[in-house]
């Protein structure tokens, strides 16, 4: 349990924006407290091997990387518990977080609570994650080149990382519950002249298979009844992300539900930052949710910093 409940700046969140603005609050002076429901990691705990972060090589596992960062936090004097928040208010210039340990209180506060991918919710999706099972194309698609690929989906999303995968592989099969792609006409129209990548319409995967590693998915038809079981190496499912921003639902949000900052990380709430996955952004990658947190805490770092010297005045006029 902790014996302080008052702090300079509160982070929601132990993914790599949580955690990097933890080291860069802690490292400016910031009494830093990290808070979050289960182990730091996020969604980089589903990273098998992490071979694209800029100065880590040879490549690391997502949760070796998240324990280092950690690591690198707590040495810069930031605190990380396990904790659930149920509600985020401000009452005058604090920020008041309530947990199932007890209230806690902050001049600034970091939303980084990242986004969950839609999961299909079939056999063998949970248990081959990080064995061929991927939601970021990206990250795990070169581990798969010339293997078959099959992707799941049929918005923007699904088929840009299609096409992305079809750079590596002969064999893309993209399987669509509809009969028709949802994504923009010049991002399908990519897909469906592609001569690496087969569509199937009015179809799901009812099963993932494998022991080990990804071996076939089976597919059903949804207009015949039909079912098929495809050789596969990789199951990459795109059909949609939801972030995390129940705590939060007062502030602004694009059409897909993100948070909307500025390039400072600023939300509307003055004090009230947001950084990572949970942000309205183009691009969605540990690289950038780190870049994120540093601006967060940055910032929070000069909030803090008025607001005291403001308070200091007020009291001494």
């Not at 495809?230 to 694009?254: E, N, Q, S």
Request: contains cysteine.
């Amino acid at each position: 349990m902790l014996k302080k409940t008052e702090f300079d700046f509160i982070v929601v969140g132990a993914g790599a924006a949580g955690l990097t603005a933890a080291q860069y609050g802690a490292r400016s002076g910031l009494d830093t407290l990290v808070i979050d429901l289960s182990d730091a990691g996020g969604q980089a705990l589903n990273i098998f091997t992490l071979e694209n972060y800029p100065g880590v090589y040879p490549p690391v596992t997502g949760r070796d990387f998240i324990k280092n960062m950690e690591k690198q936090a707590k040495g810069f004097g930031a605190k990380v518990i396990r904790a659930k928040v149920s509600s985020i208010d401000k009452i005058g210039q604090r920020f008041v977080v309530q947990t199932d340990g007890g209230a806690l209180k902050s001049y600034a506060l970091l939303i980084a609570t990242g986004a969950q991918h839609r999961l299909l919710g079939v056999d063998g999706e949970r248990k081959l994650q990080g064995k061929g099972v991927s939601y970021c194309a990206t990250c795990d698609g070169p581990f798969f080149k010339n293997k078959n690929i099959v992707v799941v989906g049929g918005g923007d999303s699904a088929c840009e990382e299609a096409f992305y995968l079809a750079t590596l592989s002969r064999s893309v099969l993209l399987v669509h519950r509809r009969g028709q792609l949802r994504a923009q006409k010049a991002v399908a129209d990519k897909i469906l002249h592609h001569p690496h990548v087969t569509v199937r319409y009015h179809s799901v995967v009812k099963k993932i298979v494998g022991k080990e590693r990804v071996e076939s998915v089976v597919v059903e038809n949804l207009e015949t009844g039909a079912v098929a079981e495809i050789a596969a190496d990789a199951v990459f499912v795109f059909i949609g992300m939801k972030a995390r921003t129940d705590l939060v639902t007062m502030l602004p949000a694009d059409e897909a539900g993100y948070l909307i900052t500025n390039y400072k990380m600023e939300t509307v709430v003055p004090g009230l930052f947001a950084a990572g996955d949970v942000r309205a952004k183009p691009f969605r990658q540990i690289i950038t949710a780190s870049g994120d947190g540093a601006i967060a805490a940055h910032q929070a770092h000069e909030y803090v910093h008025t607001l005291k010297a403001t308070l200091a005045a007020e009291a001494a006029s």
